[in-house]
C-alpha cells in the first residue's frame, strides 16, 4: 500500500531563515509527488511537483524540493522564510505501479508552518 | 478568472436531512475529485471523476453519492447525513488525472447535529 508522511506537526522558524517541511513516502512503482499549501479558511493550492528529470523542482512563492530515491524523501525548502509564508503545508504522491496503472493521489497530515518576525 | 466554486461555504444540518453541496469548474477539466479535510487525518479521497459520466470511489465513500452529467459540474449528495460527517469538504478539478495539479475549491464547513 502506498502512503506518505510528514514527521512534523508543526515547524517553526524566524523571518529570514531557511525553512524545511519534511515528506517521506511509501509506494509500490515510481512516485509522482506534490506539495500543496493551505493558507486560512482557503482551499489548497499547488506549489511544484515532481514527475520525472531534474531531482530538484522549483515551484511557486521561492520554494523549491528535492526528490531522493534513496531516502524515499521529497522535502520542501526555501532559503529565507518570509512571515506571510506561514500556513498549512500537504504533501500528496501517487504510485505509477510498473505496468502503468496508477494508485489514487494520498496526502500526508499536513505540516504547519509558523514564520515569526 | 479560473476557478472551482462550491456551495454552500457553511451549512448546519440536522442527522437524516438530505443536503447537496454544488461544485462547478471553468477550466474545462475533465478530472473532478471530491476530499473531506479532518484534523490530524489530513485529507481524504470521498469520490472521483475521470470525465462525464465516470464515476469512482475513493477512500472513504460511504455515505456520499456523486454525479457527474456535465463536464463543469460534480456535486456531492448526502442522503441522510450524520454526525460524522461533520467535516470540511473540497472540491478539486485538474486537466489530467495523473500528472496534472489540483485547483481546489474554497472549502463547504458542514456540521450535521
Known amino acids: 500500500a502506498q502512503s506518505v508522511a510528514q514527521p512534523e506537526d508543526q515547524v517553526n522558524v524566524a523571518e529570514g531563515n531557511p525553512l524545511t517541511v519534511k515528506c517521506t513516502y511509501s509506494v509500490s512503482g515510481n512516485p509522482y509527488l506534490f506539495w500543496y499549501v493551505q493558507y486560512p479558511n482557503r482551499g489548497l493550492q499547488f506549489l511544484l511537483k515532481?514527475?520525472?528529470?531534474?531531482?530538484l523542482v522549483k515551484g511557486s512563492y521561492g520554494f523549491e524540493a528535492e526528490f531522493n530515491k534513496s531516502q524515499t524523501s521529497f522535502h520542501l525548502k526555501k532559503p529565507s522564510a518570509l512571515v506571510s509564508d506561514s500556513a498549512l503545508y500537504f504533501c500528496?504522491?501517487?504510485?505509477?505501479?510498473?505496468?502503468?496503472?496508477?494508485?489514487?493521489?494520498?496526502f500526508g497530515k499536513g505540516t504547519k508552518l509558523s514564520v515569526k518576525p | 478568472e479560473a476557478q472551482v466554486t462550491q456551495n454552500p461555504r457553511y451549512l448546519i444540518t440536522v442527522t437524516g436531512k438530505k443536503l447537496t453541496v454544488t461544485c462547478s469548474q471553468n477550466m474545462n477539466h475533465e478530472y473532478m475529485s471530491w476530499y473531506r479535510q479532518d484534523p490530524g487525518l489530513g485529507l481524504r479521497q470521498i469520490y472521483y471523476?475521470?470525465?462525464?459520466?465516470?464515476?469512482d470511489k475513493g477512500d472513504v465513500p460511504e455515505g456520499y453519492k456523486v454525479s457527474r452529467k456535465e463536464k463543469r459540474n460534480f456535486p456531492l449528495i448526502l442522503e441522510s447525513p450524520s454526525p460524522n460527517q461533520t467535516s470540511l469538504y473540497f472540491c478539486a478539478s485538474s486537466d489530467t488525472a495523473v500528472t496534472g495539479e489540483l485547483f481546489f475549491g474554497e472549502g463547504s464547513r458542514l456540521t450535521v447535529l
Open positions: 515532481y514527475i520525472t528529470g531534474d531531482n
Open positions: 500528496a504522491v501517487r504510485a505509477i505501479r510498473y505496468g502503468g496503472s496508477q494508485g489514487n493521489l494520498i
Open positions: 471523476s475521470m470525465n462525464v459520466e465516470v464515476t
